[in-house]
């Protein structure tokens, strides 16, 4: 027993005496400072929603408002049309995250799994799309919509919503890490490709199929400069682009565009604590595809 003691003993010494890990302290401290500072404007938009006109306006620095009110959220409420315009989120969001998907999971499959003319070329051709930014689309992309009388539809607004390479990419990249004794056995089954993909390929992967349908929702929801350009009835408008309207009418009402603000991006922040792993895991994928 003493033996045992004195060996508890001498091991809790040694982690007492145990140097520091400075580099691991200074890296928890730099973390928990850019957290911080990627924070404060969040807590500033929240704080300054919750606070009258006046006082958003008022001289000094005041963190927390003095009596918090929803003012600002039920003019907003009342006062614009933020139904419509997340009616039109909504819509053109979920539309572009099943049909980008979608389409994305047949392009993939098809550049992995089927060989046909021309697959090396464009498989390479969607490879070198990320070398082309999607601003210097844009008017391409507006001229097209406006030629065939797409400008202030939905349907204008999701086409051009619909180029998203990555999802082919980490498509591909999966079926690719397939077995090949699965297609094989499901072929001496009778299955034909579209029963492959819908039966076999895409059951194995539900959660990249998941994780990409959540980061495509958001970027739909966030997107600003083509509905921007696309919707100009404002009617039509999506959620962010109606709140760059509401300064212009609100005038310097800087609480009431406060809670404009934090209503528009409420369902992405929403969807984000849900499936923050899900979300998480389509980064990891995208920025590996990326580097």
């Known amino acids: 027993m003493t033996a045992m003691a004195d060996t508890s003993l001498t091991s809790v010494e040694r982690k007492r005496s145990r140097p520091l890990n400075i580099g691991a302290i200074l890296l928890g401290a730099l973390t928990v400072i850019c957290a911080a500072i990627w924070f404060f404007p969040v807590f500033w938009a929240l704080s300054t929603s919750l606070k009258t006109d006046d006082e958003a306006v008022r001289r000094g620095i005041g963190l927390l408002p003095e009596a918090p009110t929803l003012d600002g959220y039920l003019y907003v409420i009342r006062n614009s049309d933020l139904p419509f315009w997340y009616l039109n989120s909504t819509i053109t969001s979920v539309a572009v995250t099943v049909i980008a998907v979608f389409m994305a999971a047949c392009a993939g499959y098809a550049i992995s799994q ?26 391409n992309h507006f001229i097209i919509m406006a030629s065939v009388k797409l400008l202030n539809t939905h349907l204008g607004i999701i086409l051009p919503m619909l180029i998203t390479p990555v999802t082919v990419i980490v498509y591909k990249q999966f079926f690719d890490s397939l077995p090949r004794e699965f297609r094989e056995a499901a072929v001496m089954d009778g299955a034909n490709e579209f029963q492959l993909l819908f039966r076999v390929f895409l059951p194995m992967n539900w959660g990249i199929t998941t994780a990409l349908a959540i980061i495509t929702f958001i970027g739909a929801w966030n997107s600003f400069l083509w509905p921007f350009l696309a919707a100009q009835n404002e009617k039509m408008m999506t959620v962010t682009v109606g709140i760059t309207a509401v300064q212009d009418t609100f005038g310097v009402a800087y609480a009431r565009l406060m809670a404009g603000a934090v209503l528009a991006g409420l369902p992405v922040a929403l969807a984000y604590i849900i499936f923050q792993r899900r979300v998480t895991q389509a980064i990891t994928l995208s920025a590996g595809i990326k580097g």
């Open 114 to 139: 089927l060989r046909f003319p021309g697959r090396t070329l464009l498989w390479w051709t969607i490879l070198a799309s990320f070398m082309v930014p999607v601003q210097a689309l844009i008017v």
